[in-house]
């Protein structure tokens, strides 16, 4: 045994992990869900789910299941999302199908840019994704294609997974792609290239090496260099990926038997990077003021609830981030799950005098202890 990293012991280490499969891999070329693979896909994440691993499901698909329906292959960002409405269905259909068959749920999250990259709208998203989680339910996420626009949309699932790893603090993301990683410059292009098992630094020349999608598939969109933006993202995040072959069956399963890939580590745990993001890179929008007794509930490693919050100062949005303030000076940082005008009206009261005044149940905490940070020493 060695305990060099290796996308072999990335993938039987992980806890929570995001999956990425593209068009490529999902439809044969008669347009059709190629259903034999998968069949032994589904095989393999029952098994890592019986195993206790939570996972996520990001699936393409959608537009190449629909488009024989809307003329064929088009470059209209309108018959694209009419394809994706016609497809999105079957694609969902095939999966809960095939899902089922191992006594797997799924569910189905269709998200924009907006739903991971304003605070606001992915606090709802990663609450909708805990619960999803914790019901032992599959979230299976796309992008929402039909309102997407050209200016606003992620444009290719590789990022979407990103995202996704991220907002649900997933230590890997593994991309089920047509080759089994990445190499030194395109090998359908180039024989003398040469296959990276492991990559510790997104470096410019790492960046620069990968070139455009497979032509020849016809259906992918990426290529390697949207693998290694979101590969970028992850890493920031806090979360590895592993680049593998998806081509064969049961991919997960021949990764964990040493199947040759590439590993591309993590910078710190998922928690460890998302709290310095809170620490580093936000505007302070506001102040919550808290009582002693809260104080000492945050020392405890506690979450901020509104009974002990005795004061606001400016105004700010849910999910911005605010400083938390005791009676003895500032005590740290946190994403609030409420707005000022809501924390004006439910602090000082217990959480269900709160659910009362609001007229709705927001979440339990004000600031949560996973989105908090407080200063050095405490
Ligand atoms: N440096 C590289 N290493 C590996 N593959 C590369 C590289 N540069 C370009 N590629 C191309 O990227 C393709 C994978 O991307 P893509 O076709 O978009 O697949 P997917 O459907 O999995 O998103 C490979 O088949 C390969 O032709
Ligand atoms: N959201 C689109 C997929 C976009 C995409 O990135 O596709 P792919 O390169 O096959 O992963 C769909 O479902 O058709």
Request: glycine share 12%; hydrophobic share 45%.
């Amino acid at each position: 045994m060695t305990d060099t990293p290796s996308p072999a012991s990335a993938l039987a280490g992980a806890r929570r992990i995001v999956i990425k499969v593209g068009s490529s891999l999902l439809i044969g070329s008669d347009g059709a869900v190629a259903g034999g693979w998968l069949r032994s896909l589904a095989e393999d994440l029952a098994a890592l789910r019986s195993e206790g691993r939570e996972l996520i499901l990001v699936t393409s698909g959608a537009v190449a299941l629909g488009r024989g329906d809307v003329g064929g292959v088009t470059d209209r960002l309108a018959d694209k999302q009419a394809a994706a409405a016609i497809g999105q269905s079957r694609l969902m259909q095939a999966w809960s199908d095939t899902l089922g068959a191992h006594g797997v749920v799924g569910a189905q999250l269709l998200l924009s840019p907006d739903d991971t990259e304003r605070r606001r709208r992915w606090l709802n998203a990663r609450a909708t994704v805990e619960a999803l989680i914790g019901h032992g339910v599959l979230p299976i996420v796309n992008e929402n294609d039909t309102v997407a626009t050209e200016e606003l949309r992620y444009g290719d699932n590789d990022r979407l997974a990103a995202r996704t790893a991220q907002l649900a603090r997933a230590d890997l993301l593994v991309l089920l792609s047509d080759i089994d990683g990445l190499y030194s410059t395109d090998p359908r292009r180039d024989p003398a290239a040469r296959h990276l098992p492991i990559v510790d630094a997104l470096t410019p020349e790492v960046m620069a090496m990968a070139g455009g999608p497979n032509q020849a598939a016809g259906v992918g969109t990426g290529g390697m260099a949207t693998k290694l933006a979101a590969a970028a993202i992850a890493r920031s995040a806090g979360c590895a990926t592993i680049i593998a072959d998806g081509t064969v069956e049961r991919p997960l399963a021949a990764i964990r038997a040493g199947a040759r890939a590439t590993l591309v580590t993590a910078r710190a745990t998922p928690m460890a990077a998302y709290k310095q993001w809170i620490a580093g890179s936000l505007a302070v929008a506001g102040e919550l003021r808290i009582d002693r007794g809260a104080a000492a509930a945050l020392d405890e490693g506690r979450s901020l609830l509104a009974a002990g919050i005795s004061g606001v100062e400016g105004r700010f949005g849910k999910g911005d981030c605010v400083r938390l303030v005791g009676p003895g000076g500032v005590l740290g940082l946190g994403i609030s799950g409420y707005g000022s005008e809501a924390v004006l009206k439910i602090m000082g009261r217990r959480s269900d005098e709160a659910a009362a005044v609001l007229g709705y149940r927001g979440p339990a905490a004000v600031v949560h202890r996973d989105d908090m940070v407080l200063e050095a020493g405490r």
